[in-house]
C-alpha cells in the first residue's frame, strides 16, 4: 500500500466549476502537506502549502487538512481553463522523523476545465 | 535568475550506457533532490542533497549515483542504463524542504 494514495482521474469540469481534489495517506508522522500544479511538460510549482490541520485559502484555492481522518483536500473555486494542469499532493514528516526533509508525493490527479 | 535548470532536456541512450544529468540552481538554496516521473506514480525521490558536501538515499536509489559538486550544482549519474530507468527526471531546490523549486525536467529514453 502507498503512503499517499491520490485518485489519477482524469477529472473534466466546466468552467466556472467547483472542483475537489482529495489525498488519502497512512503515515501519522506527516505534518507538512502542499500542493503542487503541474502544467504539461514542465516541472511542478508549489499552489498551497499547509502545516497541521485546518484550512488556508489564497483566492480561488482552498486547501483543507484534517489530520484525524489523514485526508486533504484542495478545492479551487470558479475553476478557469487555466486551471486544467495534474494536481499534485505532497507531504513530510515532522522534525525528527525518518521523512523530515523528505516529501512523498501522491500519484498526481489530471484535470481539465473546459470553456 | 534562471532558478533551476537542467540538462540534457531530452535523451535517447542505448542499455548499458551510461550518462550524468546535469542541475543548477542560482537561489543560493541549500538543499537539492533528485525526482524521476512515472505514469501513474507521482514524483518519486532518487536522492537529495540537504546541504553541500551530503547525499542521502530517496526511495528509488538502486541504479543512481549523484554528486553535490557545490551549493549551486547537483548531478544525477546512470552508470550502466536499463529500459526501467526511461522517465522524467526533475532537479529541486529549496531553502525549506515545503516550498522546493522544480527545474523543467530532463526525459530520457532507455532502448
Known amino acids: 500500500q502507498k503512503e499517499v494514495e491520490q485518485d489519477p482521474g482524469p477529472l473534466s469540469v466546466p468552467e466556472g466549476a467547483i472542483v475537489s481534489l482529495n489525498c488519502t495517506y497512512s503515515n501519522s508522522a506527516f505534518q507538512y502537506f502542499m500542493w503542487y500544479r503541474q502544467y504539461s511538460r514542465k516541472g511542478p510549482e508549489l499552489l498551497m502549502y499547509t502545516y497541521s490541520s485546518g484550512n488556508k485559502e489564497d483566492g480561488r484555492f482552498t486547501a483543507q487538512v484534517d489530520k484525524s481522518s489523514k485526508y486533504i483536500s484542495l478545492f479551487i473555486r470558479d475553476s478557469q481553463p487555466s486551471d486544467s494542469a495534474t494536481y499534485l499532493c505532497?507531504?513530510?514528516?515532522?522534525?525528527?522523523?525518518?521523512?523530515?526533509?523528505?516529501?512523498?508525493f501522491g500519484q498526481g490527479t489530471i484535470l481539465t476545465v473546459h470553456p | 535568475n534562471a532558478g533551476v535548470t537542467q540538462t540534457p532536456k531530452f535523451q535517447v541512450l542505448k542499455t548499458g550506457q551510461s550518462m550524468t544529468l546535469q542541475c543548477a540552481q542560482d537561489?543560493?538554496?541549500?538543499?537539492m533532490y533528485w525526482y524521476r516521473q512515472d505514469p501513474g506514480m507521482g514524483l518519486r525521490l532518487i536522492y537529495y542533497?540537504?546541504?553541500?558536501?551530503?547525499?542521502d538515499k530517496g526511495e528509488v536509489p538502486n541504479g543512481y549515483n549523484v554528486s553535490r559538486l557545490n551549493k549551486r550544482e547537483f548531478s544525477l549519474r546512470l552508470e550502466s542504463a536499463a529500459p526501467s530507468q526511461t522517465s522524467v527526471y526533475f532537479c529541486a531546490s529549496t531553502f525549506s524542504f515545503e516550498t522546493q523549486y522544480f527545474g523543467p525536467g530532463t526525459r530520457l529514453l532507455v532502448l
Open positions: 505532497a507531504m513530510s514528516a515532522a522534525a525528527g522523523g525518518t521523512s523530515y526533509g523528505k516529501l512523498t
Open positions: 537561489m543560493n538554496h541549500n538543499s
Open positions: 542533497s540537504a546541504s553541500e558536501g551530503t547525499t
